[in-house]
Every structure is written in structure tokens, then in C-alpha cells.
């Protein structure tokens, strides 16, 4: 028989990426608190074995991937998996992935590391990934959290070392048929070889989990990569996304997916933005009303159970809850206080090179920019299903930080944290709303008043409400020319009005803090970790970057694209203004600029040739940008972009967006282009709109259809060129984000003569 033909017969039954359908009432794969040792918590099923932790191989043939990551439509399953296929030369078609518990084997170090500021008393010690504090942090809490495009750097050498061992393994039991060598076998395509010799997974995997893996493991010369090539619609993809048929039959689980037996359906009402508590509400009103199950009071929210969610909605609308207190946040004195932080709050130092301040006594160019705050807007709004029955919670929930999820819920239902279990669900979308754990609290807490199986979904305005919002930043930025140099920088700073946004966040994710006390904790205190990004990427002999830290009663958060976001709108929109205060083209300008960074200059180069730059002359409505991050571990990506915009009677139209990119070794081509184009379309909704104001606590807008997000008719036509590199692999899910806004503010200006230096960018109308 051949080879092809046996591997086709082999039956392929790949597991759910995420928890199965509810039988019985349980779920098929549940995170369980673990032992606090850093052995293997994946459990093989009947005629499987466990290589490492990291993957099984079954007597079928079918390769199990354990995935420590929340799915949230970036492809994180299939990248890791691909990881895995290549190096242990799996049969893609023979691949599944699985959902693996918080353990200290799958701890997220690079982020843990990155984020030390957050969690650590001594920073300094733990903000490196080789660091042992970071790394004893992450592994003894089980810190898998999914955010800032860490899973390569976290993932991929541990699951690469796990797929060599077992591919060994797996070449050692047949040698040992064989009579060979088992260096000599070859492992492809989900079969082992030797000269005419050839054994499937299957038929060896039990055989070789009696064997001792190889110490070191015996790596490939090249792990996973793709070239940058131009896809072929008409060519199958070599490793198609995973979860892609799930989603297009409808069988892919998210959150509001879960059905138990005896659930009920709960909706909720919050306190206004600020520290107003639940006073009164029109109880009466919903006396014998069909389908009621219970009202839920707490001190800042008022929540409805009935057997449909549409009922504890209607049932909301008739108590008409209202909160007093405190007056509610006003989003517009919030803009006041970081306005006038300017020259009146003490900046702190986050980055400091040469003497800027010294030589902007007087500067060439001044320019202040604002960004308002900005709402998630993710498809699927907060979500989250509990069981809390004999003293047992159970808990179905898309988290980007499970373990401290389940730790808050335990707190919330007054149980040992032995006694939740966590079943993870796919998020509908996150944008790092997922990192908010309140739903999970409130979830928990209705649950156990109820008596009965809950679920519990936000509506769309207490999303934009509850979930703390982009922080809006006032930047005020200054330039010092080198005398007749044609307009080359000799000194540059950044000065960033706005709260301690990331401090803020640790507070209430690792402290477990409600979002004022969280605030009252990080007042008046420098944040690097938000001003992040704003070390501008030329080649500036003085720059200096502070923080003007404004406490302003407004919770904040991180969102997609983080502190590079705003960072890279005011850089690039400066550089422009630069430029034309100097007489120069702004790409030949930025070329001048970017000294001893030839990759950098390489992809400013693609990006133009793709897109016709013609000089970025008026009336053309051209505009450049480009952006460049840095991620704790060495890997760096860069892009740049070309937009093409103008205005019209209905306002921003955006045509094209030419972008060329640097995010070293491609994994997964397509992937990569598919997060690339999203976070482009990403950052042209951050500059037409998703911003809110709150007025009185309360967002406006509140619907998705007002919040100025293009739809498919506005999404502009979109060329995206990969530069070839075997550099460290970097995440490609921020960089459009950050690039496309201030390529677009650009372009509006060849387009019409006039600045916006403000997100979204007509907020401050024409």
C-alpha cells in the first residue's frame, strides 16, 4: 500500500478547540487548579500518550496540541499547532488542538516580565525574560495570560523542544523494528521511514512513550516559517486555519454558546462611571411578571434572571434602577485637567537621551495632539456562565488571564479556590477587554443569590460603560533643528498627559481591585509601560520622553495596539509637520532621519513603491506613517504605510491603504496578512471614530452603529508586502493598528491643507 493511502485511512476525529457541547452537564475540558509543580497536566485519553506536556499522539494517528491561549480570532491555535506539526513532521490533516489548564509548565515569562511593573516591587529585578523573579512569578500563579503578542515568545521553543523529543521517540521504537539507527529514520507527514520501511504515528506511539527522549532535543535546522510570497486564492493553503470550519457551520463555542440544564439568563444595570451606589428601584413594577425569575441587588449594580435574557432585559427597563452618590464622571472635564497638566503637573522621566531639554529652550516646532478615550467594540459583549452548587463553582468564560479569573471568582462565591473550575470559551473579539474580570465577579455573585445555573450578558451599553475604555492622552511635542542641516533634528521631546492607565490595570488584575480603588492606588505615579512607543524610531541624538501623570476619575485600560497606538499618531503627525517646516519631501525627510536603521528604511522604501508615492504633494491626498515596536525578548516589527483619503460629503473616505512590513520569521503567511489587514482596518476605526464621551457615568454613544466604524462598503482597498527576514518572529496583531491612523491624518492633509491632531480625527469637526 502506499504511504499516501495509509495515511488517508487513518481516522481523523480532531478535538474541539474549545470546550465541547454540555452532556450531562459538564464540559469535555476543564482547568482545574494543578499541583504547584511543573509537570504535565494535559491528560492523555484511551490509547493516547503525553509528550512533554505540550502535545499527545493517539494509536489513530490524530496529534494533539495543547494551547495555553484564548482564542480570540488572532489564530492563536493554529500558529501554535503549526508549530508543533512542523517540527514533530506531522500530517497536517491529523491535527487538532486542546485547551490546557493554568499550570506553571505553561507559564506566559515574556509577559510576566514585561508587565513586572504591574505586579513586582522591584521591577528592575523582573522586567527581563531570563529573569528568575519573572520567571518563579509566572510559573508559581500559573500565569498564562494572552496579551501583547507574547504566544511565539512563550510558546514556541518549549512546544518545538516537545515535538523533537517525540519525534525521536517516535524514530527510536521504529529503529528498533527496524534494526536501524534511529537518527537515520526520516519523520514526515505523520509517517516514520527508513529505506523501504515505513510506520505511522499510530501504529508506533505506544511503543515510543517507553523510550527516554534525547537530552538536548534534537531541533530542526529551521523551525516553522512561511516565505513572503503573494498568496494564490487558487492554491490550498498549506496550514489552514483550524477553527475556521467550526465557525462557518456554527459549531465554534463562545460564551453565549453555553446551555445547562436549568439555566436561566441574567442581564444588568451599572452604577454611572464614578462611585455612585444603587439607591431605589421600582420593584412593583415587575410583580408577577412571566418568566422573572429574581432581581439581584448589589451596592453597584442591579441585575435581572428570567428564563430568556429578552425577560430580565424588559424587566430592567420597568425598574428603572438609580444610582446616587458622588457626581458621575464627566469625560469632558477629564480632557480639561489633562489639558491643563501642560506646564502645570511635574513631568517624570521615562526616557532620557542626551541633554533635549536643554536644547529646546527654545524650540523650532511645537505641537499638542489629544486622544480621546476609546471603547473595545468587540462583536460578543461580556459573557460568562456559572454553576455554584454544593459548595462546587463552575465557570464558562472566554478570560485572557484565567488563573486570576478563577481567583477572583472564588473570592466572589466565599469558596477555596480548590473548589472552581474554569471551562474556557473562544472570545467573540477582545481587543484586551478580556482582561476586565468583573463580569466574572458579577456572574458568580447573581449566581449564588439565584440559587440556579446563570448566565450573564452585558448589554452593548453597559460593554461600553463597564469595560474601562482606551485612555484619552493630551501629548504635547517639541523639535530643535540642527542649524543648516535642512531641517535634521538635533533634539526632540515627548511630554504625555494622562492617567497611569497601565498601573491601573495591574492593580485591578493582579490586586483584584475595583476600578476607583485601583485609580486611588496608581494617582500621581509615572507609568513607562504607557508611554511606551514614544522614544521616537529616528535617529535623534537628545530625546527625552516624560509623563505628566492626571488622575481623572475615568478607569482606563489597555486596548489593541496599546501605547504605540496613540504614541506612533503624534510622532508620525509631527514628523510630517516637521518635514514640511523644513522644505521636505516626508518620506525623503524620514529616510534622512533614520540613521544606522536600514530595516526600517527598507520597508519605508516598499511601502512608497507599492503605493506610487509621489512626493506626498498637495492635493494629492497621500499620507505616510510608520511605526516601529519593540518586544521584551529582542523581536521587533516595523511597518509603514502609504493611505490615500479625502474628504467628501459624507465625511472620511479612505481609499487605499499600501503597507510594506518587517515582522521577521513568518510562521504563518496568512495569519500574518489576515492580522495585518484587521489591525489596519483596526486603526482606521480608531481615527473615523470608536471613541466615546461619558456624560452624568454614562457613554454616548452606546450603540455599535454610532460609533463611526467603517463598514465593508467604507473598507478601502488594502496591498500588504512582507519583507523577507529570519529575524525572531514578531506578532503582527498591533502594527496596523498603530500605523493606520496617522497615515490617514497625513493623507488629509495633502488632501486639505488643514492639521488633525486629534482621534478621532474630524472630532473637532472641520
Given at each position: ?251 465554534f463555542l463562545f460564551a453565549g454558546d453555553i446551555r445547562l440544564p436549568g439555566l436561566v439568563y441574567a442581564s444588568i444595570r451599572h452604577a454611572p462611571t464614578g462611585s455612585q451606589e444603587l439607591s431605589r428601584f421600582a420593584e412593583d413594577t415587575v410583580a408577577g411578571m412571566r418568566g422573572l425569575v429574581g432581581v439581584v441587588r448589589s451596592k453597584r449594580y442591579l441585575a435581572a434572571v428570567g428564563e ?459
Amino acid at each position: 500500500m502506499d504511504w499516501r493511502e495509509k495515511l488517508s485511512d487513518l481516522p481523523v476525529t480532531r478535538r474541539q478547540l474549545v470546550a465541547g457541547a454540555a452532556v450531562g452537564g459538564g464540559l469535555a475540558v476543564a482547568w482545574w487548579l494543578w499541583p504547584r509543580h511543573y509537570g504535565s497536566p494535559l491528560t492523555p485519553g484511551r490509547g493516547e500518550r503525553d509528550f512533554g506536556g505540550w502535545l499527545t499522539i493517539g494509536t489513530d494517528g490524530v496529534v494533539t496540541v495543547a494551547v495555553p491561549q484564548l482564542e480570540m480570532g488572532q489564530g492563536v491555535t493554529t500558529l501554535l499547532a503549526q508549530v508543533v506539526a512542523v517540527e514533530l513532521g506531522a500530517d497536517w490533516r491529523q491535527v487538532g488542538v486542546e485547551p490546557v489548564p493554568p499550570a506553571g509548565l505553561y507559564a506566559n515569562v515574556p509577559l510576566a516580565a514585561e508587565w513586572a511593573e504591574m505586579w513586582s516591587k522591584l521591577p528592575s529585578l523582573a522586567d527581563e525574560p531570563g529573569s528568575l523573579l519573572a520567571e518563579n512569578f509566572a510559573r508559581g500563579n500559573r500565569f498564562i495570560a494572552t496579551a501583547r503578542g507574547t504566544s511565539l515568545a512563550a510558546f514556541e521553543l518549549p512546544m518545538r523542544e516537545a515535538a523533537a523529543s517525540a519525534r525521536a521517540m517516535l524514530a527510536m521504537a521504529a529503529a528498533e523494528r527496524w534494526d536501524a539507527e534511529w537518527e537515520e529514520c526520516e519523520v514526515e507527514g505523520g509517517l516514520v521511514r527508513y529505506n523501504e520501511n515505513t510506520a505511522s504515528f499510530g501504529e508506533l506511539v505506544l511503543e515510543a512513550a517507553e523510550f527516554d527522549p534525547p537530552d538536548p532535543a534534537p531541533l530542526r535546522v529551521e523551525p516553522a516559517t512561511e516565505a513572503p510570497a503573494e498568496i494564490d486564492p487558487d492554491t490550498p493553503l498549506a496550514f489552514p486555519r483550524l477553527d475556521l470550519p467550526a465557525k462557518v457551520d456554527g459549531s465554534f463555542l463562545f460564551a453565549g454558546d453555553i446551555r445547562l440544564p436549568g439555566l436561566v439568563y441574567a442581564s444588568i444595570r451599572h452604577a454611572p462611571t464614578g462611585s455612585q451606589e444603587l439607591s431605589r428601584f421600582a420593584e412593583d413594577t415587575v410583580a408577577g411578571m412571566r418568566g422573572l425569575v429574581g432581581v439581584v441587588r448589589s451596592k453597584r449594580y442591579l441585575a435581572a434572571v428570567g428564563e430568556s435574557w429578552w425577560i430580565a432585559e424588559q424587566a430592567l427597563k420597568r425598574l428603572a434602577p438609580v444610582f446616587s452618590g458622588p457626581p458621575p464622571v464627566e469625560s469632558a472635564e477629564a480632557e480639561v485637567l489633562l489639558d491643563e497638566a501642560i506646564g502645570t503637573v511635574e513631568p517624570e522621566a521615562i526616557a532620557s537621551i542626551g541633554d533635549a531639554n536643554g536644547l529646546l529652550a527654545k524650540p523650532d516646532l511645537e505641537a499638542r495632539y489629544s486622544i480621546a478615550p476609546a471603547v473595545h467594540a468587540s462583536i460578543e459583549t461580556a459573557t460568562a456562565t456559572a454553576r455554584l452548587e454544593d459548595g462546587k463553582l463552575e465557570l464558562w468564560i472566554a478570560s485572557q488571564a484565567p488563573e486570576l479569573t478563577r481567583r477572583a471568582a472564588a473570592k466572589a462565591a466565599g469558596i477555596s479556590e480548590r473548589d472552581v473550575v474554569l471551562y474556557p470559551t473562544a472570545a467573540g473579539g477582545s481587543f484586551d477587554a478580556r482582561l476586565d474580570k468583573r463580569h466574572a465577579i458579577e456572574v458568580v455573585q447573581i449566581a449564588k443569590a439565584i440559587g440556579r445555573p446563570v448566565q450573564l450578558m452585558w448589554p452593548r451599553v453597559q460593554e461600553f460603560q463597564a469595560v474601562p475604555p482606551r485612555t484619552p492622552v493630551v501629548a504635547e511635542l517639541a523639535a530643535a533643528f540642527q542649524p543648516a542641516t535642512g531641517g535634521r533634528i538635533v533634539a526632540w521631546r515627548t511630554q504625555l498627559a494622562m492617567p497611569a492607565t497601565m498601573r491601573e490595570t495591574g492593580h485591578r488584575l493582579f490586586d483584584n481591585l475595583v476600578p476607583e480603588a485601583a485609580m486611588r492606588r496608581a494617582a500621581g505615579q509615572a507609568d513607562a509601560l504607557a508611554c511606551r512607543g514614544a522614544v521616537p524610531p529616528y535617529g535623534i541624538a537628545n530625546i527625552a520622553v516624560e509623563h505628566l501623570p492626571v488622575r481623572i476619575d475615568l478607569p482606563t485600560g489597555p486596548m489593541r495596539g496599546n501605547s504605540a497606538a496613540y504614541a506612533a499618531f503624534f510622532t508620525e503627525c509631527f514628523m510630517d509637520e516637521l518635514a514640511e517646516k523644513a522644505g521636505r519631501d516626508p518620506l525623503l525627510y524620514r529616510m534622512d532621519m533614520l540613521g544606522q536603521s536600514p530595516r526600517m528604511a527598507d520597508v519605508l522604501r516598499r511601502a512608497t513603491q507599492i503605493a506610487n508615492w509621489d512626493g506626498g504633494r498637495r492635493g494629492t491626498g497621500q499620507g505616510l506613517a510608520m511605526a516601529r515596536m519593540d518586544a521584551i525578548g529582542g523581536a521587533t516589527g516595523r511597518i509603514a504605510c502609504v493611505a490615500q483619503a479625502a474628504l467628501g460629503e459624507g465625511g472620511l473616505r479612505v481609499t487605499r491603504l499600501h503597507a510594506a512590513v518587517d515582522i521577521g520569521r513568518i510562521v504563518n503567511l496568512d495569519i500574518a496578512r489576515q492580522q495585518i489587514e484587521g489591525g489596519l482596518l483596526f486603526g482606521l476605526s480608531l481615527a473615523t471614530g470608536s471613541s466615546v464621551n461619558f456624560f452624568e457615568g454614562k457613554p454616548s454613544p452606546n450603540r455599535l452603529v454610532a460609533l463611526g466604524l467603517p463598514t465593508l462598503a467604507d473598507s478601502p482597498e488594502i496591498e500588504v508586502a512582507f519583507v523577507p527576514s529570519d529575524a525572531e518572529p514578531f506578532d503582527p496583531g498591533e502594527l496596523g493598528t498603530a500605523v493606520a491612523a496617522p497615515a490617514i491624518a497625513n493623507a488629509l492633509y495633502s488632501a486639505t491643507g488643514m492639521r488633525f491632531r486629534r482621534l478621532p480625527l474630524l472630532s473637532e469637526g472641520l
